[in-house]
């Protein structure tokens, strides 16, 4: 895996510790030679993962529309920042330059880029790995809605499974790498699941 997308807050959070697994998270990618895509930003939990990439001398690719550029969000050190006209050609780029992803805390936009690349894997357009940096049990509330959605038949258990989660920056890391790229069980197999 060359390069991890990362998803996160363009805040930081009340919690020390979702700067700290940030922190963390983005020096071991730099350790582990995995550049950085994601969403440019110099501000939250994006900004912290950035700059602890390349504070550890590892590379770190923006991809952002011009709006945000605009409203000078962008980061200014980075190794290479793509600029684009629209937040889908943001999410379009971002998931082809990334051999994978990963979720850290976030609001609205990190689980919007979640739950589309998700949603993508679910209908085959991809098969790159998932996964959910759980800090502090931050996703627990959103975990236990995605295994409502299996009890409720509105999602597949084996799509539930693409979702990797772990606590442990380390241990997240490993299970991406070992994950093989497999399509999915399309979503639509027979006319009686629509
Ligand atoms: P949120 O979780 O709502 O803070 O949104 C964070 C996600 O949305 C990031 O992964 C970014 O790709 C995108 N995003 C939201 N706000 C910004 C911003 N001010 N600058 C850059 N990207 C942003």
Same mark, same amino acid.
Do not use: T, Y
């Given at each position: 895996m060359n390069r991890l997308c990362v998803f996160c807050g363009s805040s930081t959070g009340r919690r +020390?510790? $979702?700067?700290? #697994? #940030?922190r963390r998270f983005g020096a071991l990618m730099a350790e582990?030679?995995?550049?950085?895509?994601?969403?440019a930003g110099h501000v939250g939990l994006m900004g912290v993962v950035a700059d602890a990439v390349l504070g550890a001398g590892g590379e770190a690719i923006g991809v952002i529309p011009q709006a945000l550029v605009d409203k000078e969000l962008a980061h200014g050190g980075l190794t290479k !920042? $793509?600029?684009v006209d629209t937040m $889908?050609?943001?999410k379009a780029l971002m998931a082809d330059l990334a051999d994978g992803f990963v979720a850290l805390p976030g609001g609205f936009g990190t689980a919007d880029e979640l739950f589309e690349i998700l949603t993508w894997a679910q209908l085959g357009l %991809? #098969?790159? +790995?998932?996964? !959910? !940096?759980?800090?502090a049990g931050f996703f627990d509330p959103l975990l236990a &809605?995605?295994? %409502?959605?299996?009890?409720?038949?509105? !999602?597949? +258990?084996?799509h539930r499974e693409m979702l990797l989660v772990s606590a442990d920056s380390e241990g997240l890391l490993e299970m991406l790498l070992r994950r093989k790229p497999t399509i999915q069980t +399309?979503? &639509?197999?027979?006319s009686q699941d629509r």
């Open positions: +020390p510790e $979702h700067r700290e #697994a #940030a582990r030679g995995m550049g950085l895509v994601f969403g !920042l $793509h600029v $889908h050609q943001r %991809h #098969a790159k +790995p998932i996964g !959910l !940096l759980n800090v &809605w995605v295994d %409502h959605c299996v009890s409720e038949g509105f !999602l597949r +258990p084996e +399309p979503k &639509w197999i027979d």
